[in-house]
């Protein structure tokens, strides 16, 4: 059974960073492809950032190229999002997710575990 947990989560300023960091447990974390989504108060979840399975490979919405990065840690079993030049409309409930897949990890459906989110709220 994989469980995934992510930390980091808070209240920043706009223009400020923060770090979200999620750990897979119960399964071999290097067979997943691991995902950020978010969903702000009342709209859909959003795809995010996601990287293969080595890393090797990484995607971003187009609302945060430049401005986030997703990397992950095969021996520490963790993935994290690093959010720099933080804007109001960053602020979300983030969830990370993995995925057995190698195709369509943009895509939310691609993804059969995820955790229970870490609210992230950035202020003006």
């Known amino acids: 059974q994989v469980q995934l947990v992510e930390s980091g989560g808070g209240l920043v300023q706009a223009g400020g960073s923060l770090r979200l960091s999620c750990a897979l447990s119960?399964?071999?974390?290097?067979?997943?492809?691991m995902g950020w989504f978010r969903q702000a108060s009342g709209k859909e979840r959003e795809f995010v950032a996601a990287a293969n399975r080595s890393g090797g490979v990484t995607y971003y919405a187009d609302s945060v190229k430049d401005r986030f990065t997703i990397s992950r840690d095969n021996a520490q079993n963790t993935v994290s999002l690093q959010m720099n030049s933080l804007k109001t409309e960053d602020t979300a409930v983030y969830y990370c997710?993995?995925?057995?897949?190698?195709?369509?990890?943009?895509?939310?459906?691609?993804?059969?575990?995820w955790g229970q989110g870490t609210q992230v709220t950035v202020s003006s």
């Open positions: 997710a993995a995925s057995e897949g190698v195709y369509g990890l943009q895509t939310i459906s691609t993804y059969a575990y």
């Open positions: 119960g399964r071999t974390f290097k067979n997943y492809a």
